[in-house]
């Protein structure tokens, strides 16, 4: 039995099931990853993303702020790929009790997704820093310069946790409260080098932790399975071997 028949076994005799993933994701997808330093954002920018992601750098220099934003970060044509795929049809068949992800790009619910813990938040949910009020990304997307709320002439912020912000207290909670839960966590398309990644994983209490990654990882001794191929063809063999 090889390493993808044999999660999709743990799958089979799984109720509680729990996935955990990174940008690895949406690459996939055709989604870069802003942390990795591939020379893409210094073809037109100056400064790392880490830089120009921070919150003090929205704050002090909000107009190129959103030029990176909508030009890098806001990629809203692109499509799930079959590892978004085939987590939502598990939530669906009562497998599957939670996603737990490091991406903004909301591709999990475009997937159908419901039970999903963004612990880096979602460009799809944007906030009037001065009334609070909501819009959708579209209000982002189609305007130029810094937007403003209609109503108060207040900043629009993404509800996206920059450099320097601390995660929400509620969707951690949520996704610790899930792992620890888990019979089974996949985790996936993350190195686990990312604030607060590793940590997570310490509340898992399971002993079948499965790690789906191009490269090694620190946790890699700890997992039961790991399986250094591409997760979107890791996920689809899985699904047809669950189906046959
Ligand atoms: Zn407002």
Redesign the pocket.
Known sequence: MNQIEMLSQWVAESQNVVFFGGAGVSTESGIPDFRSQDGLYHQHYDLPPETILSHDYFMSHTQEFYRFYRDKMLCLDVKPNAAHLTLAKWEQQGKLKAVVTQNIDGLHQKAGSRKVYELHGSVYRNY??????AYPVEQIAQGEGVPH??????I?KPDVVLYQESLDGRTIQGAVEAIANADLLIVGGTSLVVYPAAGLLEYYRGNRLALINRDATSYDQRAGLVIREPIGKVMEEISSLLDA
């Not at 009037?128 to 009020?133: E, F, K, L, Q, R």
């Not at 709320?149 to 207040?154: I, R, T, Y």
């Open positions: 009037c820093m001065s009334c609070g009020a709320c209609p109503h108060c002439g207040g629009i």
